[in-house]
């Protein structure tokens, strides 16, 4: 049997925010269960929290999102969008395929924050001890 080639994906999807915080992670979990079944792997899994929508979605004005870039053969974005669509609990998905070119993109972006982080004296941490210069507002009422 010959290796599939594996390709990079992106996929997006809004969980009901009215599920308690561990009802959510449990969806995501069970997410990248279903992921690694179908012999894929999740490279970055971010959860961005509970955002208000732009339109209610099922009559919810609130959603959890959450987004996923991971690398898998290309017949199981068929039984991800299943998956998404039997459970009842996620509102809304996407899923894009991600070209080389985004991902050249993506690697340069991620160079170039690393590089002003490490030049912006505002992003280090400051030493244990150490007041900001600032002047404060003197609050002289009697």
Known sequence: MDQ???KVY???FIVNATLDD???????????????KQSGEIKVL????????SYPIQKKNNGFYTVCEF????????KLERYYAL???IMRFLTIQLSEKALKAREEQAKLSAKEE????KSAPKPAGVVDSEPKAAESRK
């Open 10 to 12: 992106e996929t997006t």
């Open 46 to 53: 971010e959860k961005w929290g509970r955002k208000r929508l």
């Open 118 to 121: 490490s030049a912006d004296p």
């Open 22 to 36: 561990a009802q959510i992670d449990q969806i995501i979990d069970k997410f990248s269960e279903f992921v690694a």
């Open 87 to 89: 459970d009842e609990n």
């Open 4 to 6: 599939q080639r594996h």
């Open 71 to 78: 690398t898998a053969p290309s017949e199981m974005i068929i």
